[in-house]
C-alpha cells in the first residue's frame, strides 16, 4: 500500500468516525481543520513535519493514484502543476479551501482492507484545534511498606563552644552640614568684568584708533603691520635680531 492510500485510508476512517457518509463531498477547509487536521494525522500517521502534510493533501487534491474526485476541475488542475513543479508552493493550499473532495466508491473498496484507525474523544469535531488531549496513565503500583527498625544512639554531649563573633555594628552616616542662612558670599555674586587693554602704538604709545584698521600710527607715522623676515617672509617681533626661521639678520 502506498503512502497515499494510507493517507486516503485515515481521512476515509476519520470521516465515518465524525459522522460523514461514504461518497459525501468533504471540503477542504473542513478537511483541514475539523476531519483529519494535522494534529490527528501525526499521530495516526507518524507525520512529523507539517509541510509533509500539507503535500500528501495536494497530492490527494490533483487526484493522483485516482483516489479521490475534485470539484471544481480547475482545483485539481491547480494542485497538479504545483505538486510537479521543482519548488512546489504548498501555500497553494490554502487558495484551494473553499473546493471539495470525495472518495470514490471504487476506492472505498480499494481501502476497505486497511485497518480502521478509530477517532480519539478528543478529537470529535467539535473539539478546538489545538486542544490539550487529557492523558490518563495507568497508576503504578503502590510499594510494599519497609518495616521500621529503631536504633538507640547514644546521647550527645552538648557543645562547650562559648565563643561569640562579634557583629560590627554599621557606622551611622555622620549629619549634614546645615546651610548657611545668611547672603552668599561676595566672590559667587560679584561679577567683574576688565575692558581688553587699549590698542597703543609700538613707537609712540599714543592710543590707536579702534573703530578701524590701523596701518600706520596716526601721531609718529610707524608701521603697525607685523613685521616680517626678509629673506624668508616668516613673521617676527620687533626687537628680534634674526630670523628664527632662517637665521637671517633682521634689520630694525
Known amino acids: 500500500m502506498t503512502e497515499l492510500e494510507r493517507f486516503a485510508a485515515a481521512l476515509l476512517t476519520q470521516w465515518r468516525a465524525e459522522g460523514g457518509t461514504d461518497g459525501a463531498p468533504i471540503a477542504v477547509s473542513a478537511l483541514l481543520t475539523k476531519v483529519f487536521p494535522y494534529r490527528v494525522a501525526r499521530r495516526t500517521l507518524g507525520i512529523d513535519v507539517s509541510e509533509d502534510y500539507?503535500?500528501?493533501?495536494?497530492?490527494?487534491?490533483?487526484?493522483?493514484?485516482?483516489?479521490?474526485?475534485?470539484?471544481?476541475?480547475?482545483?485539481?488542475?491547480?494542485?497538479?502543476?504545483?505538486?510537479?513543479?521543482?519548488?512546489?508552493?504548498?501555500?497553494?493550499?490554502?487558495?484551494?479551501?473553499?473546493?471539495?473532495?470525495?472518495?470514490?466508491?471504487?476506492?472505498?473498496?480499494?481501502?476497505?482492507?486497511?485497518?480502521?484507525?478509530?477517532?480519539?474523544?478528543?478529537?470529535?469535531?467539535?473539539?478546538e484545534p489545538g486542544s490539550p488531549v487529557e492523558v490518563h496513565p495507568d497508576p503504578a503500583p503502590r510499594p510494599e511498606p519497609v518495616p521500621s527498625v529503631q536504633v538507640d544512639l547514644p546521647a550527645m554531649e552538648p557543645a562547650n563552644d562559648t565563643k561569640v563573633i562579634p557583629i560590627r555594628a554599621e557606622r551611622e552616616p555622620a549629619p549634614a552640614e546645615p546651610m548657611p542662612s545668611g547672603p552668599p558670599p561676595a566672590f559667587l555674586t560679584t561679577v567683574t568684568f576688565s575692558p581688553p587693554a587699549e590698542a597703543r602704538c609700538w613707537s609712540c604709545s599714543e592710543p590707536l584708533p579702534p573703530d578701524r584698521e590701523v596701518k600706520f600710527c596716526p601721531f609718529c607715522g610707524a608701521d603697525q603691520r607685523q613685521p616680517t623676515c626678509a629673506a624668508c617672509g616668516a613673521g617676527v617681533e620687533r626687537n628680534w635680531k634674526h630670523c628664527p626661521d632662517c637665521g637671517a639678520k633682521l634689520h630694525g
Open 54 to 127: 500539507e503535500a500528501l493533501v495536494l497530492r490527494l487534491l490533483s487526484e493522483e493514484e485516482d483516489l479521490v474526485r475534485v470539484e471544481p476541475v480547475d482545483a485539481a488542475d491547480m494542485a497538479r502543476a504545483t505538486i510537479t513543479s521543482k519548488l512546489p508552493d504548498l501555500d497553494v493550499l490554502q487558495l484551494l479551501r473553499a473546493a471539495t473532495v470525495t472518495i470514490t466508491s471504487r476506492s472505498i473498496a480499494r481501502l476497505e482492507g486497511v485497518l480502521p484507525m478509530p477517532t480519539a474523544k478528543d478529537e470529535s469535531k467539535w473539539a
